[in-house]
């Protein structure tokens, strides 16, 4: 009987010891959860496309886009589409609706440089851009069509005619995303 008693008291003791241990070094399973927007608080924007039936490619680039931006505010933000024609974004952990709405609504920044990083033209002078398929030597390919505006098609054919051999990038939002030679 002693035995079971002493096996008992040291068994509590033990346990005391490790609860003190996990407690002393923070061990707290709370700081691994995430918690969504009905914990955390946060931001839920539904975007609702203008056209009544957009295209599959058009709503994925829009998404694209759009999960490019909210990383910015938070890497637990969410970004899906919902039905055909919506986009949701769900973005946890801040407040300021307004800001957010006003930074994802503006439109994207597009810039061609030359090889030195200087500009040649702007997005302001591309009047329309599309992506399209092109098909050469059998072999398939995304590409985004540009049309330019009238000041923008004449700028570029100089600014192409004047760097024949170099390459000529393109920086959307920031970020390089294409040098062609």
Do not use: H, W
Request: contains cysteine.
């Amino acid at each position: 009987m002693k035995s079971n008693k002493r096996k008992g008291i040291i068994g509590l003791l033990i346990t005391l010891i490790c609860i003190g241990v996990f407690g002393y070094f923070g061990y707290d399973t709370m700081d691994d959860i995430k918690l969504g927007l009905d914990l955390a608080g946060g931001v839920s924007i539904t975007y609702q496309a203008v056209e009544e039936n957009p295209s599959s490619e058009e709503m994925s680039d829009t998404i694209y886009k759009l999960q490019q931006r909210v990383q910015n505010y938070s890497t637990e933000a969410e970004v899906y589409q919902e039905g055909s024609n919506r986009i949701n974004i769900d973005i946890p952990g801040v407040s300021d609706a307004n800001a957010i709405l006003e930074e994802l609504g503006k439109p994207g920044s597009l810039i061609f440089v030359d090889e030195s990083g200087n500009t040649i033209l702007t997005g302001d002078q591309v009047a329309s851009a599309k992506a399209a398929i092109q098909e050469k030597n059998g072999q398939k390919s995304y590409v985004v069509s540009l049309t330019f505006t009238e000041e923008g098609a004449k700028t570029f054919a100089d600014a192409t005619a004047k760097n024949i051999g170099k390459r000529i990038g393109i920086i959307y939002d920031g970020s390089m995303v294409l040098i062609q030679q």
